[in-house]
């Protein structure tokens, strides 16, 4: 086999990258650009200009022994990431980074195909043998290091040159399209991977902030009498959008049991993220989605610590999905992902309303206490939505069987999808039905939030985790609504005064106040303002 030099080796991968790893990128480009006048003119500066950036890239971290290593890996990861940008239009940043860090294995797998093996094959394993077999040659280090120079400064030149010769065009491309170097492959991703590390490796031990230490339940009366204890349950949902509840106006019956119950439907209700390992730590966090960061959110306590704090509340998290993110490592925690503790699987699956069993040996063990139990749904979890409910809730047809969302038509997904929201009505129906009974002897109430939205096929998107800024509504809006049982509870909030602003825009900022208001805890750190009862006290 012909022996070449490193450089040789470094451009032809580089040429490569540029042309088969990037249709996203390029499409993308072309709808900005139509590929006419003087648009070929600059399509194809782009084109050079991305050639010669992955060659100085490249050039930097090359030497005798970690050229192949370098490229093999880029080869493997970016074809990974091209089979997700081109089949469901996803953004590689560090949120979805860290998002498919905290992906399950039974998650993972529905995003698996026989397209993402040919992708593997043909982008990943194929060029990386290739390079494995290739004869390089290494010439005495004086010529070597010349020759890298050289390629540095030739390839660097190059940028120079298509930057000034066009400096007008790259002036607003970088102004007025940001989101478009989103899509290059595989500078992004790298540029994302070392955001990540950032963000997530810190320099020592996290020091762990409290705060609400002063927490304490306010003790009321009634009728000379003092009030119950309480017993809520939050569902933290999955990937329900809200325009997908027919509570919301939707034209398909997906709400035909909540529509029965006295429930506050919330339509405007936000995500603080478009990712699960985003939106949820930020959801329970004390910080709003403009001063979260996920830094702050490991490094200072939520929700559950605060309510914790009172020596009051008891606090059980069971987990249906990938796991809490963080949010319950420092309260009891129960995964019910498997057929080990979750008495309701078939074909697979574990399902959500397995979580309900047993609940009520819990809330006998602290009879006559504050409880709090969060449920953590697999909802919506998609691209395999016709995997996330049991046949008998299969109502809207024709649904999409694969995960391969874009061979189905817009009608299919949309019916998997739906039916996945029928389910969810008919779990969040169930837990309704399971707290009714304790509305006796405690204050009982039911809130539901899902933790983001998510694409159906919209303008080519599918899935969810697109930057904040340019995700569609539907991956941000986001169903919510809340249930009040029967007795004091109701003393305390007007239902009818909350029916008059349940309208009024709202976001997972709210939820932090609004579980304090419910157990009725003074904190300094408790703002009024935030509470969406707090209107509605009487």
């Not at 697109?466 to 809006?477: I, R, S």
């Amino acid at each position: 086999m012909k022996q070449f030099s490193q450089y040789k080796l470094i451009l032809t991968i580089s040429l490569f990258f540029t042309i088969f790893y990037n249709f996203s990128f390029f499409l993308n480009l072309l709808k900005v650009y139509p590929f006419d006048g003087f648009n070929i003119l600059y399509i194809s500066s782009i084109v050079l200009l991305l050639i010669s950036f992955l060659v100085f890239l490249f050039t930097l971290v090359s030497s005798k022994y970690t050229t192949k290593p370098i490229l093999i890996i880029s080869l493997f990861i970016s074809s990974f990431t091209a089979y997700f940008m081109d089949t469901y239009h996803v953004i590689i940043d560090d949120n979805m980074i860290r998002n498919s860090l905290q992906t399950n294995l039974n998650e993972s797998s529905d995003l698996f195909s026989l397209k993402l093996v040919f992708y593997m094959f043909f982008l990943g394993f194929l060029p990386s043998y290739l390079i494995y077999k290739a004869k390089i040659e290494y010439k005495t280090f004086g010529k070597e290091l010349f020759a890298k120079v050289k390629t540095l400064f030739l390839s660097f030149t190059i940028i120079l040159i298509m930057l000034f010769a066009f400096s007008k065009f790259y002036t607003s491309f970088f102004r007025e399209h940001k989101p478009l170097r989103y899509h290059i492959n595989p500078a992004y991703w790298m540029y994302s991977s070392g955001k990540y590390i950032n963000k997530t490796i810190n320099s020592g031990p996290i020091t762990l902030k409290s705060i609400g230490e002063d927490a304490k339940i306010e003790e009321t009366q009634h009728n000379d009498e003092l009030e119950k204890t309480e017993l809520i349950i939050m569902v933290v949902g999955e990937a329900a959008r809200a325009n997908r509840f027919s509570l919301n106006g939707y034209k398909k019956e997906t709400n035909p049991l909540l529509k029965k119950e006295n429930i506050i439907n919330f339509p405007n209700m936000y995500s603080c993220g478009t990712s699960t390992a985003e939106s949820v730590p930020c959801m329970f966090s004390m910080f709003d989605k403009d001063h979260y960061s996920y830094k702050k959110g490991i490094s200072t306590e939520n929700i559950l610590d605060v309510l914790k704090h009172t020596k009051n509340i008891n606090i059980l998290w069971r987990d249906n999905n990938s796991d809490s993110k963080g949010v319950a490592i420092r309260t009891d925690f129960e995964d019910y992902r498997t057929p080990k503790t979750n008495t309701m699987c078939d074909e697979g699956e574990c399902r959500d309303e397995g979580m309900l069993v047993g609940l009520e040996n819990y809330i006998e063990k602290h009879k006559g206490e504050d409880i709090l139990i969060v449920l953590h749904q697999m909802g919506n979890h998609g691209p395999a939505y016709y995997k996330r409910y049991p046949k008998k809730f299969e109502k809207f047809t024709p649904v999409c069987k694969t995960n391969q969302l874009e061979k189905c038509s817009q009608e299919e997904v949309s019916n998997a999808y739906d039916n996945a929201i029928l389910y969810t009505d008919y779990f969040l129906s169930k837990v309704i039905n399971f707290l009714k009974p304790y509305s006796k002897d405690y204050e009982t109430a039911m809130l539901y939030m899902s933790d983001h939205g998510e694409s159906l096929g919209e303008d080519g998107l599918y899935l969810h985790g697109l930057p904040y800024f340019m995700a569609p509504d539907e991956q941000k809006h986001i169903g919510s609504l809340i249930w009040f049982g029967e007795g004091y509870i109701q003393e305390d909030v007007d239902t009818e005064k909350l029916s008059l602003y349940k309208d009024n825009k709202f976001s997972q900022d709210n939820l932090f106040h609004t579980l304090l208001g419910l157990f009725e805890v003074e904190t300094k750190v408790y703002k009024k303002d935030m509470d969406i009862l707090f209107n509605a006290k009487k």
